[in-house]
């Protein structure tokens, strides 16, 4: 056969039109494979990844105690391996040098960050989902995965501004409009969401094509403005920053209006600024409120908010990517009220969803807003299809959405109350520990799940109980307290993490340090609670 092929071609060299694979190109070749073998290989790594995963995940210490550095003496490699190596043996090398050192963020102790512990079912779905490897960019590469995601949307959009059936029925599978796009997390949903404020601020009139074609400047030039700003409070998340400066109006361009004592904006400031900035002709992008600050879970006032941009004309946008899920929980949800007056709410899932890295949600009270943003693109993102990729700011991207689909069926709504309702509770019982120690300060009264306190060294509690605490005296106890926290974390046996703020009730004289502690996992006790405590009290002794 191969000689026939040859002497028709008269005697050139065509071998490398024959498909016979050299032994190390069939090896490559099994390794796509969905031979008998390959598959009996695949589970014999299950076997040894679900092994390494327990050993992991069953581990007491949050974290090794190797130093930073001598960590990242293991990486400093850069060479590209000529030849490859066998699986099981690469495994053997992640799980000393990787998952040895790995932070376990699911220990109960572990109350310092939004990082969740997770149910067990997200693993096996992982699994499902890199497999089918289903691409949400375009429906030529996700044919169910993309009307599965529109109902994802519909569902977390209901749980934001329940309207009625009939309005989903209309939009839940409608091509044309949205009622919210899926991104990697909360800050691509808030760059997303304020992308589209601004181009729907700036949109196109008359002679003008709208700021999407025609930039910024062009923008700002036709519709006489000197500039354009984001409005929040103090606490508003970093990466507001970001959006600004992606959107091109400079972090400069992000407005922080002063918070109360209970870390929620100051009606009367913002509303000061509104007028401020009208008068120096400055385009107000959005009004943002907080649902559940990083930093102190506080929540603005969301109605107040919602009227006041509706008056001035403003799209108000509602940053829940932390606190958005306390609207499963019928006893907390008013919490949150004035979310439904939005045009755009953050959810993330991946925190109080308890779902894995990546899943972040922009929802849409308009189903046509996004039009502001829509991409065409011949090869690809055909006008008229259901490619998710015409509105949205990434592009290739995974079906992430499946977990929030899961975990919504496989816990239900009163699943996640009962464990949002769980959290709350236990924070409150952290909450009065505190404050029924001396040695401890509550630096605000919790609204949620978030809780931040400090530390008082003894000489200083009879200043502190009397309200008469000094500049100087409080930037003592900022640094005992920086010491603590950073102690603790070494141990490795519980963590909190840290914060500074400007809002107590020291007033705005210098940021005060607070110990930040996130009650979040479902397996935290009112034991470990007590034990992170008394480990501080410990480890306050041995430093003052
Ligand atoms: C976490 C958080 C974000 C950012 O979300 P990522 O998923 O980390 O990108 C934005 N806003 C708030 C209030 C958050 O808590």
Same mark, same amino acid.
């Given at each position: 056969? $191969?000689?026939?092929?040859? *002497?028709?071609?008269?005697?050139?060299?065509?071998?490398?039109?024959?498909?016979?694979?050299?032994?190390?190109?069939?090896?490559? $070749? /099994?390794?796509?494979?969905?031979?008998?073998?390959?598959?009996?290989?695949?589970?014999?790594?299950?076997?040894?990844?679900?092994?390494?995963?327990?050993?992991?995940?069953?581990?007491?210490?949050?974290?090794?105690?190797?130093?930073?550095?001598?960590?990242?003496?293991?990486?400093?490699?850069?060479?590209?391996?000529?030849?490859?190596?066998?699986?099981?043996?690469?495994?053997?090398?992640?799980?000393?040098?990787?998952?040895?050192?790995?932070?376990?963020?699911?220990?109960?102790?572990?109350? +310092?960050?939004?990082?969740? !512990?997770?149910?067990?079912?997200? &693993?096996?779905?992982?699994?499902?989902?890199?497999?089918?490897?289903?691409?949400?960019?375009?429906?030529?590469?996700?044919?169910?995965?993309?009307?599965?995601?529109?109902?994802?949307?519909?569902?977390?959009?209901?749980?934001?501004? *329940?309207?009625?059936?009939?309005?989903?029925?209309?939009?839940?599978?409608? &091509?044309?409009?949205?009622?919210?796009?899926?991104?990697?997390?909360?800050?691509?949903?808030?760059?997303?969401?304020?992308?589209?404020?601004?181009?729907?601020?700036? +949109?196109?009139?008359?002679?003008? !094509?709208?700021?999407?074609?025609?930039?910024?400047?062009?923008?700002?030039?036709?519709?006489?403005?000197?500039? !354009?700003?984001?409005?929040?409070?103090?606490?508003?998340?970093?990466?507001?920053?970001?959006?600004? +400066?992606?959107?091109?109006?400079?972090?400069?361009?992000?407005?922080?209006?002063?918070?109360? =004592? $209970?870390?929620?904006?100051?009606?009367?400031?913002?509303?000061?600024?509104?007028?401020?900035?009208?008068?120096?002709?400055?385009?107000? %992008?959005?009004?943002?409120?907080?649902?559940?600050?990083?930093?102190?879970?506080?929540?603005?006032?969301?109605?107040?908010?919602?009227?006041?941009?509706?008056?001035?004309?403003? =799209?108000? =946008?509602?940053?829940?990517?932390?606190?958005?899920?306390?609207?499963?929980?019928?006893?907390? &949800?008013?919490?949150?009220?004035?979310?439904?007056?939005?045009?755009?709410?953050?959810? *993330?899932?991946?925190?109080?969803?308890?779902?894995?890295? +990546? %899943?972040?949600?922009?929802?849409?009270?308009?189903?046509?807003?996004?039009?502001?943003?829509?991409?065409?693109? /011949?090869?690809?993102?055909?006008?008229?299809?259901?490619?998710?990729?015409?509105?949205?700011?990434?592009?290739?991207?995974?079906?992430?959405?499946?977990?929030?689909?899961?975990?919504?069926?496989?816990?239900?709504?009163?699943?996640?109350?009962?464990?949002?309702? *769980?959290? #709350?509770?236990? @924070?409150?019982?952290?909450?009065?520990?505190?404050?029924?120690?001396?040695?401890?300060?509550?630096?605000?009264?919790?609204?949620?799940?978030?809780?931040?306190?400090?530390?008082?060294?003894?000489?200083?509690?009879?200043?502190?109980? =009397?309200? $008469?605490?000094?500049?100087?005296?409080?930037?003592?106890?900022?640094?005992?307290?920086?010491?603590?926290?950073?102690?603790?974390?070494?141990?490795?046996?519980?963590?909190?993490?840290?914060?500074?703020?400007?809002?107590?009730?020291?007033?705005?004289? #210098?940021?005060?340090?607070?110990?930040?502690?996130?009650?979040?996992?479902?397996? @935290?006790?009112?034991?470990?609670?007590?034990?992170?405590?008394?480990?501080?009290?410990?480890?306050?002794? &041995?430093?003052?």
């Amino acid at each position: 056969m $191969k000689e026939e092929l040859l *002497d028709n071609l008269g005697g050139e060299d065509v071998s490398f039109l024959i498909d016979t694979p050299s032994d190390r190109l069939h090896e490559l $070749k /099994q390794m796509f494979s969905m031979t008998e073998a390959a598959s009996e290989a695949e589970r014999r790594c299950d076997a040894h990844i679900s092994e390494i995963i327990q050993g992991f995940l069953s581990r007491n210490a949050i974290n090794t105690n190797i130093s930073l550095r001598l960590l990242a003496e293991k990486f400093r490699n850069s060479r590209i391996p000529e030849a490859g190596t066998a699986f099981d043996s690469y495994l053997n090398y992640l799980d000393s040098n990787v998952v040895f050192h790995s932070t376990n963020t699911s220990l109960p102790r572990f109350i +310092g960050h939004m990082s969740p !512990a997770l149910p067990f079912f997200v &693993r096996p779905l992982g699994k499902l989902m890199m497999a089918l490897n289903q691409n949400l960019v375009k429906v030529e590469t996700a044919k169910a995965a993309s009307p599965f995601e529109r109902q994802v949307l519909a569902m977390i959009h209901r749980l934001v501004y *329940d309207l009625p059936d009939a309005f989903y029925d209309q939009h839940i599978q409608n &091509r044309e409009q949205t009622l919210g796009i899926v991104t990697s997390g909360g800050t691509l949903a808030n760059v997303t969401a304020l992308w589209c404020a601004r181009n729907f601020a700036l +949109g196109p009139k008359n002679d003008f !094509a709208g700021i999407e074609n025609e930039g910024l400047p062009a923008a700002l030039r036709f519709f006489g403005y000197s500039n !354009a700003v984001i409005i929040g409070s103090h606490l508003m998340h970093y990466s507001f920053e970001k959006a600004a +400066g992606v959107l091109g109006i400079g972090t400069r361009g992000v407005i922080r209006v002063p918070v109360d =004592h $209970k870390n929620r904006i100051v009606i009367s400031r913002l509303k000061e600024t509104i007028t401020e900035c009208r008068a120096q002709k400055k385009l107000i %992008i959005a009004l943002v409120g907080i649902a559940g600050s990083t930093e102190t879970g506080s929540v603005d006032f969301l109605e107040e908010m919602a009227a006041i941009a509706k008056e001035n004309n403003i =799209h108000f =946008h509602v940053d829940a990517a932390w606190g958005g899920p306390v609207l499963f929980s019928r006893k907390y &949800r008013s919490k949150l009220t004035g979310i439904e007056r939005a045009d755009s709410v953050t959810i *993330d899932g991946h925190k109080q969803m308890y779902l894995p890295m +990546g %899943i972040g949600m922009v929802l849409l009270r308009d189903p046509q807003l996004a039009g502001v943003i829509e991409k065409q693109a /011949q090869y690809i993102l055909r006008a008229g299809s259901m490619d998710l990729g015409r509105r949205a700011l990434e592009g290739s991207r995974p079906g992430m959405s499946l977990f929030v689909h899961a975990a919504l069926t496989i816990l239900g709504r009163e699943g996640y109350e009962r464990l949002i309702d *769980d959290s #709350i509770r236990k @924070t409150s019982y952290m909450a009065k520990a505190i404050c029924a120690q001396p040695e401890f300060e509550l630096l605000a009264e919790p609204e949620m799940n978030i809780l931040v306190y400090r530390f008082i060294p003894p000489n200083l509690r009879v200043k502190t109980h =009397h309200g $008469k605490l000094t500049s100087a005296d409080n930037e003592s106890i900022n640094e005992t307290n920086q010491k603590l926290q950073r102690f603790q974390r070494q141990l490795g046996n519980s963590f909190v993490s840290r914060t500074a703020l400007t809002s107590t009730v020291y007033g705005h004289e #210098i940021p005060i340090v607070a110990l930040r502690v996130v009650v979040a996992n479902p397996l @935290t006790t009112n034991a470990d609670i007590d034990a992170v405590l008394s480990e501080q009290l410990d480890l306050a002794n &041995r430093i003052c």
